[in-house]
């Protein structure tokens, strides 16, 4: 399953946001709940006080008859509560002795409630056609229930409509506290995460192969500033250890550079060893020329026709000693960082004049194939470096199987194609190939098959590292016994429509 990608702010905030609603609302629950029970038991006191307060005034003039005073008693209590609905006194017989109402007592309502084991007794009640909906009513003992009974009802909606605004309070004060708790949140989850959301910014800013000392500095937000300068929190600590590692990865990263440049020089210096034997023998034809010429002029110096024509054979030998020795120097320069458009066919042809006479000598017949009018972007020198490396292995590859087989000839197909948007370079030999085995091998650093003396085994290492900072890719495809083709694979660029 993919993973969403939840910046860490709303992941704090919609944690927090969740916990405040849950909390909050058992919260106002719990508390709503005992309000309401609160109120509950509030009007049951109240019914309790009336009745016993009703009962002991009444039952004097109970003993004695006395009607009227029982009629005073009641009206008395009435003004003196609006939310008492009627009152009634019964006596054990359940005959009415006083009551409230101004014609007889409803039937229902004298069954609805009665004294339970000489206790008072407490009912909600939902009378059809009375001018109130709900009564709480209490049927309470005058004298233990010796006497008869007081019947007392409260009216229930006035109370409903005072638990009412208290629960209209109650919701005011979630909604205050879920919009507290959820400014809290926003705040909260804002002051946590901006300081790590810059690092993480300034961590996306680092490059492994290229690390800038321009990040090593994180700004954070002026609250960040104002507070750290008091209190130092994890956040400080990481930041400062996040500082602390960049530095040392820059350390390390330019070590590595300057380590890698060492090997290209090394394995440039390697290859030039190589070249120096042939390149001794293209340079001592021309000087056997010359000499011949020399010689030639010196016997007959007055003969200008045959002069001038050994004048420019001699001409012909210095250009050509100069050709090899200018290719010579531009390869062994140290390389140059600076990219360039480039002719790729001029890398490839320089790469094999380099080479030429080895290749020559070793019967190796070099085949050149390409594709032209194309252009990229890099150093000349460094990826002649990697062709050069590749020519040489297979002549290293050819040379192996003409150990076993000195009637074997080998060959070399160079070719320059384009596909899409990029262009290949390819050096292909009928060498011996390589082994599956090794093949995994074959870029590490120091890894060769040579004898001691021959290979450093830096060669496709190198290379690996001018084909990666080209941006480009570098492979090869072999079949053990038949041969290896190696492939560098760049952009095309066509630099904006800039002739070379
Ligand atoms: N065309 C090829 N055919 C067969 N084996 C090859 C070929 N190219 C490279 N190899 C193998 O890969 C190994 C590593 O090559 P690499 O160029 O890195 O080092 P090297 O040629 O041994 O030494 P150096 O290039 O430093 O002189 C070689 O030793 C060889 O075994
Ligand atoms: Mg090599």
Redesign the pocket.
Known sequence: MRAINLPLFWKFAFTIIVVVFIFGTINVYILWKSVYQSFEKEIDKRCVVLSSIISEKALTPIVYDDVVSLYNILDEMQRSDKSIAYIFLTDNNNQILAKTFDSGVPASLLKANAVQAHQYNIEVLNIEHYQYNTIRDIAYPILNGDVGSVRLGLVEDTIRIEIREATKSLIFMILLFLATGLLGAFIFSYLITSPIKIISQQAQLVKLDSINTGILEIEFPRYKRLFSFYFHDELDILVSKFREMLIRLNQNYSELQKTRDSFVQA?KM??IGTLVAGIGHEINNPISGIKNCAIRIAKKPENTEQTLKYIGLIQDATDKMENVTRHLLDFSRTQETEFVLINPIEILDNSISLIAFKAQKARVVINREYDKGLTIKGSSNQLEQVIL??I???L??IAEKNIKDPEFRGEINITLRKRNTNILLQVE?N????PEK?SRK?FDPF????EAG????????VSFNIVKEHNGKIYFE?KEGH??K?TIELNEDKGNGVKI
């Open positions: 394995e390697a290859a490396n590749f040489i292995n297979s290293d590859a030999d060498g011996v190939g390589i090794t074959l890894y060769t098959t040579k021959k290979g450093t085994g830096l060669g496709l290492y072999s041969g290896a190696f």
